[in-house]
């Protein structure tokens, strides 16, 4: 079956030290994969994508991701965090047999401290 | 941009009342659709749609229904809300197949059921 799992449920970071959000996939099939961004009270905000191009991928506002297709692996980073970036991230996965539904992971809350 | 309006912001309902939740996109997208939010399960697909008149069930629609009867609006209806319904509820719109687009998501309507 195919999931994605993401790590970590709650992440607490400095402002101006690295961000990383960790998130898995399981698929038999090839992956597009999806960074989503949820400010409080917002709707969803695409951040980044993959879809089969090349592995690293640079989305909005500093943030990039990694597939590894070895380690079945795409990680959200981001070199130094910032107050506005406090929100909710989710890694959602869709599948080429299955081109028009999307797979979501359960969220990673982002905290920045000052 | 592509802009998905739903109707509501925050909504408050009676048990057993009939809900319809009005989801409006501006850009000529095939595909809609309806997801829940809840806190520790991510977001959960209720019903989709491919085009006018047609619907597809996603992974949890007991309990809802849908209608498309024109290509910019998708309704999903609550026939009879319990109170287990509450939670924020999102629309998504796609032009086509969605792997290379991304999805497009409204501001989410927080229904609650008492």
């Known amino acids: 079956a195919q999931s994605v799992t993401q790590l970590d449920s709650h992440v607490s970071v400095s402002e101006g030290t690295p961000v990383l959000l960790r998130c898995n996939y399981s698929?038999?099939?090839?992956?597009?994969l999806f960074w989503y961004v949820q400010h409080p009270n917002k709707g969803l905000q695409l951040l980044l994508k993959?879809?089969?191009?090349?592995?690293l991928v640079k989305g909005i506002n500093g943030f990039e991701a990694e597939f590894k297709k070895s380690e079945t692996s795409f990680h959200l980073t981001k070199p130094s965090a910032h107050m506005s970036d406090a929100a909710e991230y989710f890694c959602?996965?869709?599948?080429?047999?299955?081109?028009?539904?999307?797979?979501f992971g359960t969220g990673t809350r982002l905290q920045v401290f000052p | 941009d592509v802009k998905v309006t739903q109707s509501s912001r925050y909504l408050v309902k009676r048990t057993g009342e009939k809900v319809f939740l009005e989801c409006v996109q501006d850009m000529d997208h095939e595909n809609m659709f309806w997801y829940r939010q809840d806190p520790g399960l991510g977001l959960r697909l209720i019903y989709f749609?491919?085009?006018?008149?047609?619907?597809e069930k996603g992974d949890i629609p007991e309990g809802y229904s849908v209608s498309r009867e024109k290509k910019e609006r998708f309704s999903l209806i609550l026939e009879s809300a319990s109170t287990n319904q509450t939670s924020m509820y999102l629309c998504?719109?796609?032009?086509?197949?969605?792997?290379?687009?991304?999805?497009?998501f409204g501001s989410g309507t927080r229904l609650t059921v008492v």
């Open positions: 998504a719109s796609t032009l086509g197949a969605g792997l290379s687009y991304g999805y497009t």
């Open positions: 959602v996965v869709s599948f080429l047999y299955n081109t028009d539904k999307l797979i």
């Open positions: 749609s491919y085009d006018v008149k047609m619907k």
């Open positions: 698929s038999s099939y090839s992956p597009s």
């Open positions: 993959y879809t089969s191009a090349a592995t």
